[in-house]
Nanobody
Framework: VQLQASGGGLVQPGGSLRLSCAAS????????MNWYRQAPGKQRELVGT???????NYPESVKGRFAISRDNVKNTAYLHMNSLKLEDTAVYSC?????????WGKGTLVTVSS
């Protein structure tokens, strides 16, 4: 199982970014994919989930600003981030749980700063 997040970078408050998570080594299309983030000195936080059927769920902290999508042909999940705030600065990682085990990819750093 391999997961690789990409697309992070420096963005100004109010800006947008799209992160990608390229997946391999498992049946991507039938599994729920998750995006997490971890800010410096803070616990890892779930920022969104997308099921195999495309249903999504978000915590209140990002609802209305973040959206997850998936491309089952490209085996890639996306995290679309809009109206970014300073507090969105974190390392963002994608995750899949297979047979009760969590798999993580190397994260990508998003820095929101003016």
């Amino acid at each position: 199982v391999q997961l690789q997040a990409s697309g992070g970078g420096l963005v100004q408050p109010g800006g947008s970014l799209r992160l990608s998570c390229a997946a391999s080594g498992f049946r991507f299309s039938v599994n729920t994919m998750n995006w997490y983030r971890q800010a410096p000195g803070k616990q890892r936080e779930l920022v969104g989930t997308i099921t195999s059927s495309g249903s999504t769920n978000y915590p209140e902290s990002v609802k209305g600003r973040f959206a997850i999508s998936r491309d089952n042909v490209k085996n890639t999940a996306y995290l679309h981030m809009n109206s970014l705030k300073l507090e969105d600065t974190a390392v963002y990682s994608c995750n899949v749980r297979l047979w009760g085990r969590d798999y993580w990819g190397k994260g990508t750093l998003v820095t929101v700063s003016s």
